[in-house]
C-alpha cells in the first residue's frame, strides 16, 4: 500500500469517526430533550416576577410523566399519560394548548386547581374550595417597563394551603378576571393561573385555555440557566457584561 493510500485511508476513517461522534452525540440530545429536562425561554410576561421575558429554563419532564406531548411536534402516536403524577399545588408548568392557526403552542402558568376544586376570584382574592388564600401586601412595588415607560405594580404574597408562597402582581383594582364564577376543575384536569394576575390568559378563559387536561402537560420548571434583559438576545454574546441578569441564574423555581 502506498503512502498516499494510507494516507487517504487514514482521513476516511477520521471522517467516519467524527460522523459517529455526531450521531452518538445528536442522539443522545434527543433523548435527554424527551425524557429528561427541556430548555424553554419566557416570551411574555404573564408570570412576572417570578418568571421575566428574556429567562431561560429547564423543564423536568419526568415529573409527571409522559403522553405524547412530551415528544417533538406533539405526534398522536398514543394517548394518555406513562409513570403520570398529578402536580402539587403551586407547580409551575409548562403544557400545551391547541391554539387556532398555530397548533399546539408551550404556555407556562402556575397550578392552583387540582381535580374536584373548586376556584374562584372576587375582587381580585383567589378562593379555592370557598376558602380565600392568604395575600399580603408587600412592601416594595414591582417596577414594570423600561425607561420613561415604567410603572409601578403593586406586588402581593400568596400561600397556599400546602405552604407553598408565591408573588403576585394586582395591576388593576378592577380587572377584567378580578371576578368570575366558580369553576369546577372537571376529574383529570388542572387549573393554571399566571403570577401576573391581570395580564395572563389562562384557565379563567374558558374559550383560550380552560381546564388543561393532564395529558396535555409537558413538565415542571425547575431552573432558570440563563437570563436576559427585556428585548435583547440571548446570541448577542458581545453585549453580556451588561444585558444578563447575573443573579438570576441558577435560580430553583418552587
Known amino acids: 500500500m502506498s503512502v498516499t ?10 471522517f467516519g469517526e467524527i460522523l459517529k461522534i455526531c450521531a452518538q452525540a445528536l442522539i443522545i440530545a434527543v433523548v435527554i430533550r424527551t425524557l429528561i429536562f427541556q430548555p424553554f425561554n419566557i416570551p411574555s410576561g404573564s408570570m412576572e416576577d417570578t418568571l421575566l421575558v428574556g429567562d431561560y429554563l429547564f423543564v423536568n419532564k419526568f415529573s409527571y410523566g409522559y403522553s405524547h406531548h412530551s415528544l417533538p411536534f406533539s405526534p398522536p402516536i398514543f394517548s394518555g399519560r406513562v409513570l403520570g403524577a398529578t402536580p402539587k399545588r403551586g407547580d409551575i408548568a409548562v403544557f400545551k394548548v391547541n391554539v387556532p392557526g398555530e397548533g399546539w403552542t408551550d404556555y407556562i402558568k402556575r397550578v392552583i386547581g387540582l381535580p374536584g376544586d373548586r376556584i374562584q376570584m372576587i375582587d381580585g382574592q383567589l378562593f379555592i374550595n370557598e376558602k380565600a388564600v392568604p395575600k399580603v401586601r408587600l412592601p416594595n412595588d414591582y417596577i414594570e417597563g423600561e425607561g ?11 400561600t397556599l394551603d400546602n405552604g407553598v408562597k408565591y408573588e403576585v402582581l394586582d395591576m388593576d383594582k378592577n380587572g377584567f378576571l378580578d371576578n368570575t364564577p366558580v369553576y369546577e ?31 396535555n402537560l409537558v ?16 446570541w448577542a454574546f458581545w453585549k453580556w457584561p451588561w444585558t444578563v441578569r447575573w443573579s438570576r441564574i441558577g435560580t430553583i423555581l418552587d
Open 5 to 14: 493510500s494510507e494516507k487517504k485511508d487514514a482521513a476516511e476513517g477520521g
Open 148 to 158: 420613561g415607560a415604567q410603572r409601578r405594580i403593586p406586588r402581593f404574597e400568596e
Open 185 to 215: 376543575v372537571p376529574a383529570g384536569h388542572l387549573f393554571m393561573m399566571g403570577d401576573n394576575r391581570d395580564n395572563s390568559t389562562d384557565s379563567r378563559v374558558q374559550s383560550a385555555v380552560g381546564y388543561v387536561p393532564m395529558e
Open 219 to 234: 413538565g415542571r420548571a425547575e431552573m432558570l440557566f440563563f437570563s436576559v434583559e427585556r428585548g435583547e438576545a440571548a
